[in-house]
């Protein structure tokens, strides 16, 4: 499903290969991509609250993908996310269901699975 303006991705994912798996994926789609490793750092990147959305591995090392999404929502105008996962536990779900906007994909899904995502999110997206 095409998304008809370029949007400002925001990934954090430990796993490099998945990161640029990702990556590939959301440039392919024409989107800008900004990746990082941890949820640490990407809350130190300036153009966090302008991104379209947000595309956030739940197991993270250190601070956790709900965690993060937890400190970037209690601004209020938090870009819409989605909690990426390899482990299928319906306790991922329930925490997502008490963040904004917040959907969840899980690990292995398709390009086209993961465009549909993207889109919408951006969909949602202020």
Not at 43 to 69: E, I, K, R, W
């Amino acid at each position: 499903m095409p998304v008809n303006k370029q949007a400002h991705v925001v990934i954090v994912e430990d796993d490099p290969d998945v990161r640029d798996s990702l990556c590939a994926i959301i440039t392919a789609l024409g989107h800008q991509c900004v990746a990082f490793e941890s949820a640490e750092k990407t809350l130190s990147y300036q153009q966090l609250a302008d991104c379209d959305c947000l595309l956030v591995d739940f197991n993270l090392p250190g601070m956790s993908g709900t965690d993060f999404l937890q400190e970037v929502q209690q601004d209020g105008d938090a870009p819409p996310a989605c909690l990426y996962t390899g482990r299928v536990d319906p306790r991922i779900h329930d925490a997502a269901a008490g963040l904004k906007n917040t959907l969840v994909l899980e690990k292995g899904n398709d390009s086209n699975s993961i465009a549909n995502y993207l889109q919408q999110l951006l969909d949602q997206s202020h």
